[in-house]
């Protein structure tokens, strides 16, 4: 959030579905009073006896599922948003591409705009076959821009529960399974500066730079996150880390699924010396303790 209003250039309405009950005054002042929020709507998720396929034992929650039913939370009088996941940084301002693609999708038969992920070939055929699609890309749902007018129009809601419940355990990757069978390639192309995975990239100081200038949202797409430790020594971490400080709460958010894991990467990190490349590692070292115990 802090990343998004930073880089805008416009006012900015934000929409937030949660699963607890939360006010505004869960977020950092910094946020609240932001001189480009114009306002926070949130919604706790409270539609009962929804089935959320093949989350157990994943890293990822049932919120995942819920851009599915972004029209019951939604005011009527929106005609279109941006979509982003919570593992999302903005590096640079979105508002004048937010404009023009929101009117390039207004004027395209599609009701989606979004990047392609991959396209078909011989290793994941099957993975196609599975979600019964006949084009050859698949799409990240990660980042989206969503004409509203035609998703309410032609009750996309219901097309993707419907969706959703026919392919039932054949979905592997939840609700970007969903968004895929149903939309089958019928989505507006968009540059992937819009939604960029930093991982598996050969980092230097003109590398970092042309992220910096290039890219506007970051996406820590997958299950390696930036405020895990294992996370944290990987040099893509920096990025994230950056916006979190700006709040002003600590030098690195450090979270733990397991804390013997946590511990265990944290002390391998010296034998493979990654713990010498993160910045600001003493401060990492003494919060990463402290959190241990908390």
């Not at 999302?88 to 705009?113: C, G, H, P, Q, R």
């Not at 930093?198 to 100081?205: G, H, M, R, T, V």
Request: glycine share 2%; aromatic share 14%.
């Amino acid at each position: 959030m802090i990343s998004l209003l930073d880089h805008s250039e416009d006012i900015i309405n934000l929409y937030i579905i949660h699963k607890e009950e939360i006010t505004i005054n869960y977020f950092p002042k910094i946020i609240i009073n932001h001189k480009n929020l114009n306002k926070i709507t949130i919604n706790t998720f409270d539609l009962k006896h929804k089935d959320f396929p093949n989350i157990e034992n994943s890293h990822v929650s049932e919120a995942t599922y819920y851009r599915i039913y972004l029209n019951e939370f939604l005011p009527s009088d929106t005609n279109s948003i941006l979509y982003v996941d919570a593992d999302i940084i903005f590096l640079n301002d979105i508002t004048n591409i937010y404009k023009e693609l929101t009117d390039n999708l207004a004027e395209s038969k599609y009701v989606v705009a979004a990047t392609t992920e991959y396209s078909r070939n011989d290793l994941n055929e099957e993975r196609f076959t599975n979600l019964e699609m006949k084009s050859n890309k698949y799409l990240n749902a990660g980042v989206m821009f969503i004409d509203l007018t035609k998703w309410r129009n032609q009750r996309v809601h219901e097309s993707l529960i419907e969706t959703q419940i026919r392919m039932g355990s054949r979905l592997i990757y939840w609700d970007q399974d969903v968004f895929n069978s149903f939309l089958d390639g019928e989505y507006l192309e968009m540059s992937q500066k819009l939604n960029f995975n930093p991982s598996n990239i050969e980092y230097s100081k003109k590398k970092f730079n042309d992220i910096y200038e290039n890219v506007i949202c970051v996406h820590y797409n997958g299950k390696l996150k930036p405020w895990t430790v294992k996370g944290i020594l990987e040099k893509d971490s920096i990025i994230f880390q950056n916006e979190y400080r700006k709040l002003g709460l600590n030098k690195f958010l450090i979270t733990h699924v397991w804390r013997l894991n946590s511990l265990m990467y944290f002390l391998l990190s010296f034998i493979n010396l990654k713990f010498f490349g993160v910045k600001k590692k003493f401060f990492f070292a003494y919060e990463f303790l402290k959190s241990l115990f908390k």
